[in-house]
């Protein structure tokens, strides 16, 4: 080997393509869970080391939408009370009650609860709808993803999924519900219609 060879220059060699970091265990449970649908923004800790999770449910143009679910007891919440309205919660919000939950509750971890297969959610979703009806003040409203924000646990589907799921029942059951796209906003509205009584 020449002298010459010890001073030419390499390029150097190409850096490794960074990869996902690895989601870290939980440590009351020895793993980690990412419910579908539903990304978990914080965790808190309650007195007894279960969870309470603030997890996204949806976004859209005028903001993004959290709950808040403990993993011990079945404290789950959605809205929080505005003057007289119940409003939808931000993250601000949303941490300020599973902190203040977290503070008071003492319930022990319960076991993280399991996916339903497709058929149970489709027929979860379908009785949600169907019971809609009866639940709502306004039965010619449109419905709305956060009309399925306190079910979102227990669905553990995405907002593609319950979308997609919507506009099959719009079809199978075209006297219970309607679909219609909104040239505004380029989705599809979901009406629930009147029923006999």
Request: hydrophobic residues 35%; glycine residues 4%; contains cysteine.
């Amino acid at each position: 080997m020449a002298l010459i060879d010890l001073f030419t220059r390499r390029p150097a060699a190409p850096a490794a393509p960074a990869e996902d970091p690895a989601p870290s265990a939980w440590p009351e449970i020895g793993e980690t869970w990412k419910p579908e649908g539903l990304p978990v923004a914080e965790r808190y800790y309650n007195q007894a080391h279960a969870v309470v999770l603030v997890a996204r449910t949806s976004q859209d143009p005028y903001g993004t939408y959290y709950l808040v679910a403990c993993l011990g007891c079945h404290f789950l919440s959605t809205r929080t009370k505005y003057h007289d309205s119940h409003i939808r919660y931000s993250l601000e919000r949303a941490a300020e009650t599973a902190n203040s939950h977290a503070g008071t509750c003492r319930a022990l971890p319960r076991e993280l609860p399991t996916r339903p297969d497709e058929e149970s959610a489709r027929r979860l979703l379908h009785s949600w709808v169907l019971a809609m009806p009866r639940r709502r003040r306004d039965p010619h409203q449109y419905l709305d993803l956060g009309d399925f924000d306190s079910g979102r646990l227990e669905l553990q589907r995405t907002n593609e999924w319950i979308h997609t799921e919507l506009e099959a029942l719009a079809i199978e059951q075209s006297d219970l519900l309607s679909a219609r796209h909104d040239e505004h906003t380029g989705t599809v509205r979901f009406r629930i219609l009147p029923q006999p009584h």
